[in-house]
């Protein structure tokens, strides 16, 4: 594969488009981030209510569900809102990040409650499933410490940062963090959620149509690694 071509934004092949967290960018949820990440801009609102779904009451135990849902002009041409019914994308994408983010919490320790992360997307230029548990993770982060901040919970709830970041192949060359028009055009797209000490929570991989070697998942993960060891590093200066 050739080791250099040039991307749309002119970045090298193993590097992030530039990342801001946001925090506390609305005022009333326990736990709010602006990320973006390149033109992407997503909108994380963490809330925390007193009580668990009826199938978990008794247990002693909390819950964390997400939402996520793509704003009209978000997109290049404007996006119907979703007023009949989810699709199917938007469906599997908001239990990525409530499967991520609950591997992040311990739901043991958050006792009888439930977090409920909203995922909002202002602005979509790729990667906005990624984006979204990248910053969710700040923003239950945050709510999580009003909790420990009221003695409510110990710190130990949250139990371990994680981010998630794309790596795909486009043009034959293997590239970190697709923007639009890279995922537009990729041969192969995945998907990625790491926590801090690099164990996996989810992969996501498909094959646009020509079939991938082992060899080549090794050389994505490996630089997805590297990425999500980045976004962590700038997760953590945020909440400092």
Known sequence: M??????????????????????????????SVLIEVGHTRVLCNASIEEQVPAWMAGRGAGWLTAEYALLPRSTHTRTPRETQGLHGRTQEIRRLIGRSLRAAVDLDLLGERTLIVDCDVLQADGGT?????TGSTVAVALALRRLTAQGTVPPEVL??????????????????DLCYAEDRDAQVDLNVVMTADGRL???????????????TLDRMLDLAAQGIASLIHQQREALE
């Open 159 to 176: 139990k371990t940062p994680l981010a998630a970041v794309s790596v795909g192949i486009v043009g034959g060359q293997v590239r970190l």
């Open 129 to 133: 499933r990624t984006a979204a548990i």
């Open 2 to 31: 050739p080791e250099q071509s040039l991307r749309p934004d002119g970045r090298r092949p193993d590097e992030l488009r530039p990342v801001r967290f946001i925090l506390n960018y609305v005022e009333y949820p326990e736990g």
């Open 201 to 215: 929570v989810e992969v996501q991989g498909t094959a646009e149509g020509v079939p991938f070697s082992r060899e």
